[in-house]
């Protein structure tokens, strides 16, 4: 049948341009009318079959969209492609669909073997992906991916039938292999749970601890710089002459030079080295201990232990040196005697040994106070001039009981005992 030619005027829109429906896509002319051609669907127009001022036909395509809204029935008819109209792979049908975000898996998928409805590895046809709007609405109801089914149109276009013809094989057929995938398996298991009896050693703690439990603690901590600390502990440890006692002969750590001015501390502050009787808890008590015993904590195999140093006033940093040495050995042996771990009157625990920083220490009834010491690091820092030095400092984290000792008096105390390590001067001009 003949077809009378019209004339694109202006081409309004381009490749790629997003539609909206009643957007204009040309202004057009003929030998009788001058009017405007506007968009029936939302889409994105994929290729324009004229340019401006060419000469068009009707009943042959404008331009290519790619749909994406849904299709009214009335619209159906208008989409389908004319029966023997020869169209470029480019081009397809005018309206023909390629429908949302898996337009691009199907194009670039458009020449493999999908099929899985018929077995057959036959080779699919450049229209393959192209299917009219109704069918493509047919697939998304059925969860069928168009792209694996092998279309019996004309060039190997995917009709209904073809859908629903590989829904159906599809919903009948057996459960698909999991070859390459992970399988469900058991965890063989690692060995069997034991259930055990505390050790004498946790024993004793968890009887500590549970007591500790009712004690509020105030934590209070501070930072202390141990450089000139440190400087004097290596060169008493790099002396080339000394007695021949065992107590010259031990290796000076920071720890005795830490009790003894914690010792000297307690002379200004004793509340913080008394025992808190509240066997009558109508009416507690308080006892200010005249000896600095001082329970250190030491990791053994067998767990923690808290062996006392008594008479921490009577000592030299060399004497408590070597006291500490001695009944850490014991400790590690497993060699203390009962009375090793009685009648504390104040403990420390130096995790710094292990690491740490800051911790929260848990105070032992029935003392007052506990003393927590984080690992020294090495921090840059400025001095008097305002320069930059190197420090080695470390964390001091204080727990005192809250219902006898007030938050200041346990910040007066361990800053008196940070004054005194951080200048070693003064810590001993107060020794007897």
Known sequence: MPTSPFFANTKVCHEAFTLVHNDMLFDHS??????????????VIKKLHYEADDTAFVGKPLVDID?????KPEDEAVTAPPEGSERSSA?????????????????SAATEDRSEANGKHASRSKH????????????????????????TGKDGRVLKEDVQKYAASRDHAPPASPSGALLQTTPEPVGEDRTVSLSQIQSGMFKTMTRSLSIPHFLYTTTVDMSALNKIRQALNNRSTHPPSEAAKTKITPL?????AVSLAFQEYPLLNSSLDTSDPSKPQITYRASHDCGIAVDTPSGLLVPVIRGLQNHTVQSLAAEISRISALARAERLSPGDLKGGTFSVSNIGSIGGGVVA???????????GIGRARVVP?????????????AVFSWSADHRVVDGAMAARCAERVR???????TMMADMR
Do not use: C, M
């Open 128 to 151: 393959a992906t192209l299917a009219t709007p109704a069918v493509r609405h047919l697939s998304k109801e059925l969860d069928v991916d168009i792209v694996n089914i092998q279309g």
């Open 67 to 71: 749909i994406q809204s849904e299709i």
């Open 419 to 425: 004054a005194y390590l951080e200048d070693p001067g």
């Open 256 to 260: 005795p030079f830490i009790l003894k």
């Open 91 to 107: 081009s397809g049908s005018d309206l023909a669909v390629r429908n949302g975000p898996d337009t691009k898996k199907q194009d």
């Open 30 to 43: 003929s030998w009788q009318t001058l009017a405007k051609i506007t968009s029936r669907f939302d889409g």
């Open 361 to 371: 220490p848990v105070i032992v009834a029935p003392q007052v106070a506990i003393l």
């Open 381 to 393: 820092g400025f001095d008097e001039n305002g320069h930059i030095t190197k420090k080695e400092e």
